[in-house]
């Protein structure tokens, strides 16, 4: 191979990292997610994410199938519970890397029906 050709070679797939790196660190994450929602999250939220152990008197683990839930809670809200952790649910600190817990949030808005448009109620926000 000339060294011109070899140039423009390395060139041309310098270009398409940048874009490549992006949907691959996300395929990962949502990848990564999905895993530890199975291993770590489901045992309380269920593997449908519909929730349903509830420990004692406190809340029972929320349903993320429900538009309502997901329409008030920003992604920075969801990762702050996971990091601090909410009545019954244990907080995982620094457990989890950021693109872990972009992850997690993906894996948890997946839960949504796709054909459903959340409803807004700028009153119910949390
Ligand atoms: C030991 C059981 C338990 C585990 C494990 C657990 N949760 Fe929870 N989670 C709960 C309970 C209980 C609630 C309801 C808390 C409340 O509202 O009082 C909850 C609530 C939540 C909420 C909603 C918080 C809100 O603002 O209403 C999110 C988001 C969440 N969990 C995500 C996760 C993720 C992601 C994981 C895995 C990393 C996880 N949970 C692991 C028990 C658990």
Do not use: W, Y
């Not at 423009?8 to 790196?21: E, F, K, N, T």
């Not at 990762?79 to 949030?105: C, E, Y």
Request: aromatic share 4%.
């Amino acid at each position: 191979m000339s060294q011109s050709l070899r140039a423009v070679l390395a060139l041309a797939v310098g270009a398409l990292v940048p874009a490549c790196h992006r949907s691959t660190a996300d395929a990962e994450s949502i990848q990564k997610g999905a895993q530890i929602f199975l291993t770590v999250c489901s045992k309380c939220h269920g593997l449908d994410g519909k929730g349903g152990v509830a420990t004692g008197s406190a809340h029972a683990p929320r349903n993320f199938c429900d538009a309502a839930f997901q329409a008030s809670h920003s992604d920075d809200d969801l990762k702050q519970t996971i990091q601090k952790g909410k009545g019954a649910m244990p907080p995982f600190g620094n457990m989890f890397s950021d693109s872990d817990l972009q992850g997690l949030v993906l894996k948890l808005r997946s839960f949504v029906p796709a054909n459903v448009t959340p409803p807004v109620d700028p009153t119910k926000g949390q």
